[in-house]
C-alpha cells in the first residue's frame, strides 16, 4: 500500500515546477527492498487508488514518518544490515527543537522536530560525513562539522502541521538560515536542505 501511495503521488502546487518535472522524469521513487509488499500486480492498480483516497482522506502519511541509518555506525546487533531504523513513534519521542527560518522555498516558517546531531548520536555515528536520500531520488553529501556547526533539525512540523510528502515531508533538514544568512544562503549549502528525507548513509 505504502508502495502504491508513492507511486502515485501527485505533486502539489507547492513545489516549485523543476521538482514536478523531477518526479516525472523518475517516474516512480526508489524504495528499499524490505518494504516490499510482494503483492501481485493487479492488486497494486487497485491499492493505488484506495490509498490516494486514503490519504488524501486522512491528509498525512503517517507511515512514512520514519528514518534508515546506515553505514559507519556502531553495530546494530538487531539488524542484518546494520541499520538503525527509527520509528515514527521514536523520532516523536526524542527532544523537540525548534527553528523559525525562511526557506528557499517558504517566508519564515516554525520549523519542529529532532536534532539531525542527536540522531546521529543515537544511531552510533564513526564517519565525519553523511549522505542524505530523499524520496525523489535526490541525494547529498553533508560533512558532520558542519551539522555540529550549525545545528539543523529533521522537521516534521511546519507551523504545527506535520509535514506531508508533498510539502517537503516526512523529513526536511532544516537550518537556522536567517541566523547565519550569508553562510547558510549560498547555492552550495542551500543544497543541504534535503528535504522527503528517506535515508542517511553514515561514510
Ligand atoms: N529532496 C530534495 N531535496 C533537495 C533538492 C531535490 O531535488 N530534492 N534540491 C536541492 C538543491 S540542489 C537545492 S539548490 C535546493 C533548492 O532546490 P530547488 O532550487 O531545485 O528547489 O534544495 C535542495 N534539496
Ligand atoms: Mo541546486
Known amino acids: 500500500m505504502l508502495i502504491s501511495f508513492l507511486k502515485n503521488v501527485k505533486w502539489s502546487a507547492r513545489f516549485p515546477l523543476n521538482h514536478a518535472d523531477k518526479a516525472g522524469r523518475h517516474g516512480t521513487v526508489a524504495i528499499s527492498a524490505t518494504r516490499k509488499s510482494g ?11 484506495l490509498s490516494l483516497m486514503l490519504a488524501s482522506a486522512a491528509h498525512a502519511d503517517p507511515d512514512l514518518l520514519q528514518l534508515d541509518v546506515d553505514g559507519n555506525i556502531e553495530y546494530q546487533a538487531a539488524s542484518p544490515h546494520n541499520e538503525r531504523i527509527f520509528t515514527r513513534q521514536e523520532l516523536l519521542a526524542m527532544p523537540v527543537h525548534t527553528i523559525q527560518t525562511s526557506t528557499n522555498w517558504t517566508g519564515s516558517e516554525v520549523w519542529e522536530g529532532p536534532r539531525l546531531i ?12 553523511i549522505r542524505v536520500f530523499a524520496y525523489d531520488d535526490y541525494s547529498q553529501e553533508i ?61
Open 118 to 129: 542527536d540522531v546521529l548520536k543515537k544511531a552510533g555515528i564513526r564517519g565525519s560525513s
Open 39 to 49: 503483492l501481485p500486480h493487479r492488486s497494486h492498480v487497485y491499492l493505488a487508488g
Open 143 to 203: 560533512p558532520v562539522a558542519f551539522i555540529e556547526k550549525y545545528e539543523p533539525i529533521l522537521a516534521y512540523r511546519e507551523n504545527g502541521r506535520e509535514l506531508r510528502l508533498n510539502d517537503f515531508g516526512p523529513l526536511f533538514i532544516i537550518f537556522p538560515r536567517d541566523q547565519y544568512r550569508d553562510e547558510l544562503s549560498t547555492i552550495s549549502n542551500t543544497r543541504r536542505f534535503v528535504f522527503q528525507v528517506r535515508r542517511i548513509e553514515v561514510k
